[in-house]
């Protein structure tokens, strides 16, 4: 026995998240399997959230064919999705002649990949721009299209509104098998033991898109982690930089950037560093003080003092060297793999790009009438009513819920409404729970909230406290009561 | 809904209950103590080990027998109390300060005052603040989290413990999880001293056998899912980790106890200016902050390792807010007091010329055979002799009457 879908997407980050949204709008069964307890908890997770201009990418390359597409349609995503996205701009800024020269490469680069409104500036309108910038700044490349928003909340709305259009998704599913049945179509067998039978697969599976190939017997890309280390600094200084601040980028990476999130805080990163193991998820003192002596070139004002986490994403770099999409030697197996930067802003037209490519494999596409491109809405943030004192508004929400009144992260104000609705929509960790609402992604890091979110969770999931995970099978908080049935106080 | 009262006090701990009942004992009736818990008693309810109240009661209490004395008192003096409830918007007209709070029961409240006093504590701080490198597994809290999860909730976070930073909730926990049954195999502190009272050296590491690594720092947190082990670095002379010396320790938890900062967000919304030093706002000789009306006490001013003078300065500075609604707080001439030689900080920075004035501070690294002086110009105030002083343990003095032809207090060691 087995659930039979017309498509599997393996992999539920951006990309997998996109292309099931994608394929929502059609008469057509799909399923997502993702290997973690939540969706965008690979890479996508850890991504500094930046929509490109576009002005970086190899002309000729996918990577520049799909990104100023993938840029524009952000505008209609997050009218449709409801997440938060701003065109805040980036600049490149340049120190040296020589950087200036570079500027001039990039900008005509960004004009063969058709970015909009570049422009290169000089050093009085970049200062006017950006003041905490170091004034030895002698001009910068500026790309007004380029904007922010905050990944995984992108990730979790793609998937949710897939799902509200009869996307399935199946979380803590790790692909451990596939193979193809008499009538040549695709078995796929999850760890647990779950089978799943579709006429395609389409391999979005990030750093482990490799091992998902090779189940198939193509191994014609390997992946290889690039690390890259973030720190976040405390909301006392959001208003550092208004623009996401690129230096004049190495062979290797874009260099370490100054970038304003949407949630206000500034992030500073991201390293780059080729390493071996998949899950190496450490951050190092050597990262540490590249990330900040370099941020400190841009932007003097930036103390260390001020980080108040860090995390680190791993990149799925392929041997490929530009994002590996469309059909295989294997029929019906489609890949989206090897989806470095820019992919976060390539992945709307990434989706529709895999669409294309069912199309050719004469995967029948019929419109579903009843598509809903609106994703319901499932909580209001207080903390924006709070900021902007709105409190007649505010006080409009309560009557209506009390739980809005419930203040359970006092550092962000999430409330009780906000964190009932993110748990009863799936997100069953801590992590997740933070991810959707950002309750403890503040300056104390859950110092506080942590008992109080983990007793909503188990109230409303049903799970016993130390069963309770912050990613996970493994990941228990607090797995040992000090005795039978003293869980309540 | 809308309210109006004499005084309003942001947290319902030690601070917020001493400052409620001075001021109900100074003739203030109509007073709120605002608390995000559901219960009063702050960080107290979770300490029930004992330890509190020599200095204020002559007796050695537990954290919630402390607070219950405290408690009674506003239960019986019918001061009024809204649980679960947060502050989270504080307005100033100059006579009136609007309050905005979000209460679980009550909804949206304005809460119109003459008087607002900070007592909203402090928190820890975390790995971010420090920056440990490694990774992000489960089994890594703070341990006044582990002291809630172990002492209220009923469950330990691991069984094989590493604590990095001496501080005094980290050593009651690694006493307090030994107790439970867990091996705690280090207590790690980067600097060359213990971040927490000597007492609680001897009572909850030496007593157990717990090894105490001075001069050492937690160089990696290794493990995926749940925490596996940590590497631990000396500290050389250029103050950075000696990897040459590193070492690994197997945990399933590693607890951190490295410090706490002043929870003043809510005091810099109104405008109130902090002390780069304490970390709290800056004070006058009344403990009332730079904006007329809004006062601090308790370890939101600054961070205390004693509940007791946590009850003093805040009764203290519930009598000066109820001066102060009464129209009659006096400030005559403020005397600045100036920290002179292994003086962190001194606190309130001014003491008023003529009147009884209660200092707190700190030294700024351990020293032995010094005298601790109050000195205004050559006279001396107070001496005191001291065969060991630590920056973890704050002292307290009382000056009886500070001379009002003082121009500051010189306060150091010599």
Same mark, same amino acid.
């Given at each position: 026995m087995s659930d039979k879908f017309d498509v599997i997407v393996i992999g539920c980050g951006v990309v997998g998240a996109a292309i099931a949204r994608e394929l929502s709008r059609y008469k057509i069964k799909v399923a997502v399997l993702e290997k973690e307890a939540d969706v965008s908890f690979g890479t996508s997770k850890a991504n500094s959230g930046i929509i490109h201009g576009g002005f970086h990418s190899t002309p000729g390359s996918m990577k520049a064919k799909l990104v100023v597409p993938g840029n524009r349609k952000f505008d209609r995503l997050c009218d449709e999705l409801d997440f938060p996205f701003e065109r805040r701009g980036e600049l490149m800024v340049a120190f040296s002649e020589d950087d200036v020269r570079i500027l001039h490469t990039y900008?005509?680069?960004?004009?063969?990949? @058709?970015? !909009?409104?570049?422009?290169?500036?000089? %050093?009085? %309108?970049?200062?006017?721009?950006?003041?905490?910038?170091? !004034?030895?700044?002698?001009?910068?490349?500026? $790309?007004?299209?380029?904007?922010?928003?905050?990944?995984?909340?992108?990730?979790?709305?793609?998937?949710?509104?897939?799902?509200?259009?009869?996307?399935?998704?199946?979380?803590?599913? %790790?692909?451990?098998?596939?193979?193809?049945?008499?009538?040549?179509?695709?078995?796929?067998?999850?760890?647990?033991?779950c089978k799943f039978s579709a006429d395609f697969v389409i391999n979005a599976a990030g750093l482990f898109a490799d091992e998902i190939a090779n189940f198939v017997g193509l191994s014609t890309f390997k992946i290889t982690p690039r690390k890259g280390e973030e720190y976040l600094l405390d909301r006392r200084v959001s208003t550092l930089v208004n623009r996401v601040i690129f230096p004049v980028p190495s062979s290797s990476s874009k260099g370490m950037l100054v970038i304003p999130t949407v949630d206000g805080p500034v992030m500073v990163g991201p390293t780059a560093l080729d390493i071996d193991n998949k899950t190496d998820f450490s951050t190092t003192?050597?990262?540490?003080?590249?990330?900040?002596s370099q941020a400190q070139k841009m932007v003097p004002s930036i103390r260390t003092s001020d980080i108040i986490t860090s995390f680190v994403g791993l990149r799925p770099a392929s041997t490929v060297g530009d994002f590996i999409l469309?059909?295989?030697?294997?029929?019906?197996?489609?890949? $989206?793999?090897g989806i470095e930067s820019p992919g976060l802003t390539a992945s709307p037209a990434i989706a529709e790009y895999i669409r294309d490519v069912l199309i050719k494999e004469e995967l029948r596409l019929e419109l579903k009438s009843d598509f809903e491109p609106k994703r319901k809405k499932l909580f209001t943030r207080v903390r924006h009513l709070i900021d902007n004192r709105k409190f007649d508004e505010f006080d409009k929400l309560v009557n209506?819920? @009390?739980?809005?009144?419930?203040?359970?992260? %006092?550092?962000?104000?999430?409330?009780?409404?906000?964190?009932?609705?993110?748990?009863?929509?799936g997100h069953h960790t801590l992590d997740g729970v933070k991810f959707a609402t950002r309750a403890g992604t503040g300056r104390c890091q859950a110092g506080f909230c942590t008992p109080r979110i983990m007793e909503i969770i188990s109230r409303e999931a049903g799970i016993p406290l130390e069963k309770i995970t912050k990613k996970g099978a493994g990941s228990e908080v607090i797995p040992y009561p000090l005795k039978k049935g003293s869980g309540d106080e | 809904m809308n309210k109006i009262v004499d005084a309003v006090i942001i947290g319902g701990g030690p601070a917020g209950l001493a400052a409620a009942m001075s001021l109900k004992k100074n003739g203030i009736d109509k007073i709120l103590i605002s608390e995000r818990e559901d219960y009063l008693g702050g960080i107290l309810m979770q300490c029930i080990h004992n330890g509190f109240g020599l200095h204020r009661f002559n007796e050695e209490l537990t954290g919630p027998e402390y607070a219950e004395r405290y408690m009674n008192f506003v239960e019986e003096a019918d001061i009024e109390v809204y649980k679960n409830s947060c502050t989270i918007d504080i307005i100033d007209d100059g006579d009136n300060k609007t309050v905005y709070m979000m209460s679980e029961v009550l909804g949206l409240i304005r809460v119109t005052t003459k008087v607002v006093i900070?007592?909203?504590?402090?928190?820890?701080?975390n790995r971010g603040n420090i920056a440990i490198p490694g990774s992000r597994p489960a089994g890594v809290m703070t341990a006044g989290l582990a002291q809630k999860m172990v002492n209220r909730y009923g469950y330990m976070p691991g069984k094989e413990v590493v604590i990095l930073g001496s501080g005094d909730i980290g050593l009651i926990m690694a006493r307090r999880m030994t107790w439970e049954g867990a091996k705690v195999k280090a207590v790690v502190e980067v600097q060359p001293y213990p971040g927490g009272l000597n007492r609680n050296i001897v009572q909850c590491l030496n007593d157990f056998n *717990? +090894?105490?690594y001075l001069s050492h720092t937690v160089t990696n947190i290794n493990g995926n899912n749940r925490i596996t082990s940590v590497d631990i670095a000396p500290i050389n002379e250029f103050r950075e980790p000696d990897i040459k010396e590193q070492f690994t320790l197997t945990c399933d938890t590693l607890l951190l106890s490295v410090g706490l900062i002043p929870e003043n967000e809510l005091s810099q919304k109104v405008g109130v200016i902090l002390d780069n030093v304490t970390s709290g706002p800056l004070v006058d000789a009344n403990l009332m902050t730079n904006i007329p009306g809004f006062f601090a006490c308790g370890n939101v001013l600054h961070v205390h390792d004693l509940v007791d003078f946590v009850s003093e300065e805040s009764e203290t500075c519930g009598k000066n807010a109820a001066d102060y609604i009464k129209s009659c707080l006096s400030l005559d001439k403020e005397i600045p007091l100036k920290p002179g030689h292994l003086v962190r900080? #001194?606190? +309130?920075? =001014? #003491?008023?010329?003529? =009147? =009884?004035?209660? *200092?707190?501070?700190?030294?700024i690294a351990p020293a032995e055979d010094v005298t601790l002086y109050i000195k205004a110009g050559d006279k001396v105030l107070f001496k005191k002799k001291h065969k060991k002083i630590f920056p973890s343990e704050m002292q307290r003095i009382v000056i009886d009457e500070v001379p009002s032809d003082a121009e500051t207090l010189d306060v150091l060691f010599e």
């Open positions: 900008y005509s680069r960004g004009k063969e990949n @058709k970015v !909009p409104y570049l422009e290169l500036l000089g %050093r009085d %309108r970049v200062m006017e721009m950006e003041s905490e910038l170091n !004034p030895d700044v002698q001009g910068a490349l500026f $790309a007004p299209t380029a904007g922010i928003i905050c990944p995984y909340e992108y990730c979790f709305s793609l998937i949710a509104n897939a799902q509200e259009n009869g996307v399935e998704l199946f979380l803590n599913s %790790r692909v451990s098998w596939i193979g193809k049945n008499h009538s040549d179509q695709f078995e796929v067998e999850t760890e647990k033991g003192r050597a990262g540490l003080q590249e990330v900040f469309g059909k295989t030697t294997v029929d019906g197996f489609i890949n $989206a793999a209506e819920n @009390k739980d809005y009144s419930k203040l359970i992260c %006092r550092c962000e104000n999430v409330t009780e409404a906000e964190i009932v609705a993110a748990v009863r929509n | 900070f007592a909203m504590g402090c928190r820890e701080r *717990i +090894p105490l900080y #001194v606190l +309130p920075t =001014k #003491v008023e010329a003529g =009147k =009884k004035a209660l *200092i707190s501070l700190r030294a």
